[in-house]
């Protein structure tokens, strides 16, 4: 149980695009998914939180006109990076977690390469 | 916001031997994680501990976490070539999945 699952696993862009990437819960359902960015040999930096039926919540110096978050459902959440620069580029991860004991579940990662 | 400083940044480690990781804290989690990403893979839960001063062990690997609620440590014991990978830390206060990771170790094991 409590599988997350990411789509695309990469995508390759050309500069100015838009990307969208998708997170699902496969077996519960996620009131809450968490979105982080992950440059190489780096750690995972969180960069917005999910809210199901309201705005996701960005962590400071993230932009939220450039990521844009969607939580529809309760096991979908989707980022659609806007306008991806190469600078975007890097590995996007996300995480749901089952509710009350705070262990999270990743999916298996984005990995946006913008040229 | 709070940082986790994890060390040693990385381990090269022959096949059959220990391996012990921590992790520090300047503040205060009320949940300790420890996670294994392979390369192109999301991070994988090993062991989550929620008590302070709670050992708790997952097969090969044991993990505590302080009774300051400010470290954890995670051991390995007689390690394998599949035990390669990155080791993250990570806190959380709110027991609703979000995180603050520490910056990973790194496990080279050498057959």
């Known amino acids: 149980g409590a599988v997350v699952s990411q789509h695309p696993s990469w995508v390759i862009c050309k500069s100015g695009t838009s990307v969208k990437i998708e997170c699902r819960s496969l077996?519960?359902?996620?009131?809450?998914m968490f979105w982080y960015r992950q440059f190489p040999k780096q750690s995972l930096m969180l960069m917005a939180t999910?809210?199901?039926?309201?705005?996701?919540?960005?962590e400071q110096g993230v932009e939220k006109d450039k990521f844009l978050i969607n939580h529809a459902s309760l096991t979908l959440s989707t980022l659609t990076v806007t306008s991806a620069h190469p600078e975007d580029s890097s590995f996007y991860i996300c995480?749901?977690?089952?509710?009350?004991?705070?262990?999270?579940?990743f999916g298996q990662g984005t990995r946006l390469t913008v040229v | 916001g709070q940082q986790l400083n994890q060390s040693p940044q990385s381990m090269f480690i022959q096949e059959g031997e220990d391996v012990s990781m921590n992790c520090t804290s300047s503040?205060?989690?009320?949940?300790w994680l420890w996670y294994k990403q392979d390369p192109g893979e999301g991070p994988v839960l090993l062991i989550a501990?929620?008590?302070?001063?709670e050992l708790t062990s997952n097969g090969r690997l044991t993990a505590q976490f302080g009774i300051t609620r400010k470290d954890s440590f995670l051991n390995i014991s007689a390690s394998i070539p599949s035990d390669v990978g990155i080791y993250f830390c990570?806190?959380?206060?709110?027991?609703?999945?979000?995180?603050?990771f520490g910056d990973g170790t790194t496990l080279t094991v050498k057959p």
């Open positions: 503040s205060i989690f009320n949940t």
């Open positions: 995480s749901a977690a089952l509710t009350g004991n705070g262990q999270a579940f």
């Open positions: 990570a806190g959380e206060n709110t027991n609703a999945g979000k995180s603050t």
């Open positions: 999910s809210n199901e039926g309201s705005k996701a919540t960005y």
């Open positions: 077996d519960f359902q996620a009131t809450t």
């Open positions: 501990l929620y008590k302070a001063g």
